[in-house]
């Protein structure tokens, strides 16, 4: 194998250290080197371009350049050959500096010999290849800080940047140059985490603080912005382990961090939005498990999310270990469309309308299905109070309608019974008869007053009183009512408010209610009444649509009864509804019931289950102050002698009822002149040569009405005493179903004991309790 040859060039002005140099080359490498020469640097140099050699042996004091100069230059145009210095015993100092500067060895002239003088050139060579070796791994690492897409920032323990790479200056927006050797904190760190910034890096630099691998901190760059930095930071260690600064990598996380912080806060919004949603929504995957549900799902099955997710839907709302029947689930795959149905969920005790609606991928594969469920309970409880009240208005309009044709009716047959009775002697075989008819005449009228109470047509006087006291007054009544199978319990509230209402009505109410609860304990239980004051808010009348916001009393009647179902409960009001065997119940009571509640401006509740009693409450508005202060005295009935002598003018369109009437005042010893009309009245009047005393008329009839009929004779009388007679109550209250003091009124089916007692308490009276002057509008 041949051996390749080391061509080293030899610049030396000294002929004698050539020829040395020379013969220790041949000895030394056995022709395994090929000397060049040069005698000055000048033809040095030629002889490098001329002849290329792999090394120099070079001494640096030559005839056209001296000392370290001659290094420097021959560096600066050989950088990649080696150089081997050749220097006298004296200059060995300025040899040691050279290589210093970049020459890979120096020998000294007169201590060389041919082996040394080899393994010098070998070593050189070796060195230098190296060295080149080196500076080729230090340019590709540093290519690779260059093209690296994170910043490379190498700090030493005083704080000052050494080491940036070209990405560090793009982010901080300054050139290398710029900040190179400048202290890090004072440039790049806002100021005010400056001081706490440093402190830390001192420590850590220091080893008295731990090196935090990770840390996101932000920085203000050249430019003034501000940006947040992920640092991965390693300490940076001398040959005897100590710190001597921190190298790191930053990467700008600003536009991530952004990015993340508004997912982050788009999610949690879309959240909030989906939690405050008060239906119940369901997001399902294909084979019915929940994959997400809102908080009202949560809160209805009263179970945190973990509990929910990842269940079967019918497992959680219906028990269940398959879908029920009634779920569409099959039909909305096989439709693929939204269904939507109404339904009673059971396990909640409440009604909703619910949507389900599939939802497909890209290919059109079912995908999810997402559920809503709106809880319709309310709506359908305010849809039934509405259907209700209706209902109730239309039979009430019925009732009073028959009541009114049955008064008219009643009216001669009730009079005559009692004229007939009267004139008859008890022996004549009629008479037993008669009394029948009166009797059971008598029961028609009593029914037709109950119908007349439901229809709200009764006339009643609204008193104040105290609710506690009507109940205190009654107590021995209703135990004997209810007997002693039953306790009966009070509980009334003694600052209770006082009400506005007829008291002989809400005695009927109380005695009804207690009556229902009686025959609802066959064998015996509990009846409790209480009382208290109770405040109906907005809220409240929202659900509730025959309530008005304000203060109420309320009066509560519950037993512990077979209680009712629901299709009784819907039922209950409406007038001859019974589910008491025949002869036991009218089905009136409640209807009478709700009829004076509701004239007194009240609201019944009732709450009832089967086998779990009934409590019925009746809301009956507070008096307002003003009211308070006027307690009027109940007036009791007189008892008086029911004939008389005065002259009566009767005005009655009616044939049967006329006569009727007519016979019986005439049958008491009064003067009767009747007419059929108001026109009729007027002529008879003016004709007359006495004047009369009282005016008896119907109050509506054709022509001229009652009402102004009177006036005309109490513009030619003006202390004429009127009564009027009418079967519909309307007629002369109007529809606020109050009797105004002063007006003297008999409703018809007309009792001739009544009647008798009306004319004479008229008749009596100083002033003039039957003028209606000033007191028109009452009859309007
Ligand atoms: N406290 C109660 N417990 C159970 N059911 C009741 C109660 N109160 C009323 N009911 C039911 O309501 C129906 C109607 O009652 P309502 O008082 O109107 O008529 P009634 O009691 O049957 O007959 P009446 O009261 O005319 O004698 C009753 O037949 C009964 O079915
Ligand atoms: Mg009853």
Known sequence: ???????????????????????MLTEAGRGSFILETARSFSEGLMKIAAEEPELVLLDLNLPDSSGLETLRKARHTIPDIPIVI????????????????????????????????????????????LELELEKERDRAQKYLDIAEV???????????????????EILGCSESEILGRNWFELFCPREKREKR??????????????????????????????????????????????????????????????????????????KTFDSISDMILILDTQLNIIRVNKAVSEMLKLPYQEILGKRCYRMFHNTNQPPDFCPYKELVAERKEICWEQFEPKFERHFSITMTPVFDESGNLNSIIGIYRDI?????????????????????????????????????????????EEMNSEHPLYSDIVDIRESAERCTNLVKQLMAFSRKQVVEPKTFNLNNVINNMEKMLARLIGEHIHLKKNLDTRLELVKADIGQIEQVIVNLVVNARDAMPYGGRISIETANVYIDEEFTRSHLDFKPGWYVVLCISDTGIGMDKNILDKIFEPFFTTKEKGK?????????????????????????????????????????????????ESKPKT????????????????????????????????????????????????????????????????????????????????????????????????????????QFIQKPIKIEALAQKIRETLDSISSPGSIHGKSHLLT
């Open 1 to 23: 194998m041949k051996e390749e040859k080391t061509k080293v060039l030899l610049i030396e002005d000294n002929l004698g250290d050539t020829l040395l140099i020379r013969e």
């Open 86 to 129: 050749l220097t006298g015993i004296k200059d060995e100092e300025m040899a040691l500096e050279a290589v210093k500067q970049g020459a890979q060895d120096y020998l000294v002239k007169g201590e060389i010999d041919d082996k040394l003088l080899a393994r010098s050139i070998r070593y050189a060579l070796a060195r230098k290849e």
């Open 151 to 169: 910043i490379f920032l190498a700090l030493d323990s005083e704080e000052r940047i050494t080491m940036i790479n070209k990405k560090g200056c």
């Open 198 to 271: 440093r402190e830390n890096f001192r420590k850590t630099v220091s080893g008295a603080l731990e090196l935090s691998p990770y840390v996101e901190l932000d920085i203000i760059t050249c430019t003034g912005e501000r940006k947040l930095i992920a640092w991965h930071n390693t300490l940076i260690l001398d040959d005897r382990g100590q710190i001597t600064g921190i190298l790191s990598s930053g990467d700008d996380i600003t536009e991530k961090k952004r990015v993340e912080n508004s997912i982050k806060s788009s999610a949690m919004e879309w959240r």
């Open 377 to 421: 309970t309310e709506e359908k409880r305010l849809q039934e109070q509405l259907e209700h009240a209706v209902k109730m208005e239309a039979v009430g309009r019925l009732a009073g309608g028959m009541a009114h044709d049955f008064n008219n009716n009643l009216t001669p047959i009730v009079g005559i019974c009692d004229l007939l009775l």
């Open 585 to 633: 119940g009218t089905g009136l009571g409640l209807a009478i019931v709700y009829g004076i509640v509701k004239q007194a401006g009240g609201s019944i509740l009732v709450e009832s289950e089967p086998g779990r009693g009934t409590t019925f409450r009746i809301y009956l508005p507070v008096v307002d102050e003003s009211e308070k202060k006027i307690l009027t005295k």
């Open 640 to 743: 008086m002698a029911l004939h008389g002598w005065e002259t009566i003018l009767l005005v009655e369109d009616e044939l049967s009822v006329r006569k009727v009437v007519k016979r019986a005042l005439e049958y008491m010893g009064y003067k009767v002149i009747d007419a059929e009309d108001g026109q009729q009245a007027l002529t008879l009047i003016k004709q007359l040569k006495t004047p009369i005393d009282l005016l008896i008329t119907d109050v509506i009839m054709p022509e001229m009405s009652g009402k102004d009929l009177a006036l005309r004779i109490q513009a030619l009388f003006p202390d004429l005493k009127v009564i009027f007679i009418s079967g519909y109550l309307d007629d002369i209250i109007g529809n606020q179903g109050i009797l105004e003091p002063g007006i």
